[in-house]
């Protein structure tokens, strides 16, 4: 009996033990190794060199990241937001709002390299976009809308009934409450959400391989053409071999920072936030 | 709005299915399931075969074993959070936990290649990639997923069962290993099988470590996973040939598996 418990105890304490070592692991090896190419040049020039990327810098992949998490934002959490706000005040049935997880749940469980093909035939292809950012963009924002979907559900069931309900009491229409009190209350839960699922967009490769992201371009200028990508352009560099496994490095290190800062800003905000709430 | 959220995922299925058809015109359903051999253009005089039987079992092994690994350390993790932490030590934790989401998958297969398939290759694995290292950089992907939900499920668990078990005298500890634990083992079902269709999911980070080549997963072995092989092999297949069609097809097992899966375990957890 006694045995049992101390096998536990040993166990929760190595769990998370372990979690804290691999995450300061994985950001202190890329910052150590990565921090010593970042330089003025490295950030805001294009790449360069024989073997493309072993000179130069990566900006172009900056901006046309920052294209693509844009687009994938705009795309995917509109919908997302929209199905949670029906799903909580509107929708009636409760069979209804089962399907409607059902389908969030399989949607977000479709494999990211698969909605790149299906981007590729039905945009690349079929309407003729070609290879382009609004191709890539669509991809990673039918990507991150179920992620989106599923924060923004739960920020909606968390706010305090009570003040919807004294909305109702005092007359209001459910649309004016939704935009007066429902929107503006969970404003911050909700940012945080849309940052947390434009950094996954940000991050990810496979729906843009053959969608939108290619190996050298400039910067990004119209929806409907192709842009360079932080996460592809790190990989093409470590496909390439050891020439060019410095800027590697840099371009992770880029994405780290990236990805670190906006964690960090999430995090303060919430907390905030829920300062400010507790107060009152 | 939600109309239309809804349309497009099942747009989305549709399109695949279109795509993926085709190609059981040429091969039959059992050859391109269980064949295991994948020659998608013409060799030596040899023809094309389209046989995903491999791929298939390296995407099910790897993601098993990830599992596997994860599971071990993540539900360690849980229960300290759940049942240890302070809640102030839970509001600082939870978001480094986050901060471990939030890393691209690339930057999973880089350090991996970096670190992990060199040490395989010092240990004496031939060119150092290998499913197990696949495997383990899967697991620590896994890790917040897995690690945040279950938590959330023990949390309420505990709140349940811990106070009536220190008022009965046992040792905490022990409430947690032989009721707390075994009280939520449903949803910690869920929970896994959540994190298992992300793994299968996984294009980047495991393409860029398993080594790619179309064998039989062993554990230090080379292998390739379906969304590796659509990812690699996508961009040289001449449009709409069985190529190209296969590879579609490739995808549409894939979401099948994981359907499979999700829709399997959750009705078995009805029954329970």
Redesign the interface.
Known sequence: ??I??????L??????V???M??VF??A??FLEGHSVISREFIFEAPSGMVLGSEGGIFPAITGSLAFTLTAVIIGS???V??AL??VYFCKKSRMTEL?HT????????????????S???FV?DLNFGRCILSGGIALG?MI?PFI?VRAEKTFRELDPAMVRSAYALGCTKTHTIWTIVLPACRGELFSGII?GG??A?????PM??TGAVAYAGNPTSLFKPAMA???H??LL?AQGHTSLDM?YGT?FV??AV??F??IL??IYA?RRHYTWNQQ | ??F???A??AF?II??LK?ALPVFREVSLIEFIFGNEWMPVEGIGKGTHFGIFNFIAATVYVSFLAMLIAVS?????????S??ASSRAR?F?Y??????A??????Y???G?N?LVRFFLKTGVHTGSCVLAAAIILS?ML?PYL?SSSSESLLKSRELYLKAGTALGV????T???VI?PASGKSLLRCMILAI?RA?????AVM?VIGNANLFPTLLGKSESI?AV??LE??TAV?GSTHFHA??AA?LV??VI??AI?FGVKNLIKKL
């Open positions: 009996m006694k049992k418990g101390l096998l536990i105890k166990w929760a304490y190595m769990g998370i372990i979690i804290f691999v995450t994985f950001f090896y890329i509109v919908p997302a929209s199905t029906y799903v409607i389908v969030v749940q399989c949607f977000s469980g479709i494999p990211s390299i698969v909605l790149g093909l299906f590729y035939s039905l292809r039918i809308l979907e947390l950094c996954y940000m991050g990810a490769t496979a391989i053959f932080l996460p592809l790190l990989y470590v590697a992770a994405m780290m990805i670190l906006s964690n999430v995090t907390r | 709005m939600t239309f959220t809804m497009v995922l989305v399109f695949i795509e350390v993540g539900l360690g993790a849980a229960v300290y959070l049942c240890v509001t934790i978001p480094f936990i986050d901060l471990l939030g890393i691209p998958s690339v930057v297969g880089f350090i290649l670190v620590v890790l690690v040792d905490k500890w022990y947690i290993a032989s634990i269709g299968m999911g996984e294009t980047m860029m969304a659509i990812a996508m961009g449009n590879l579609y995808g894939l979401i994981m359907l999700n």
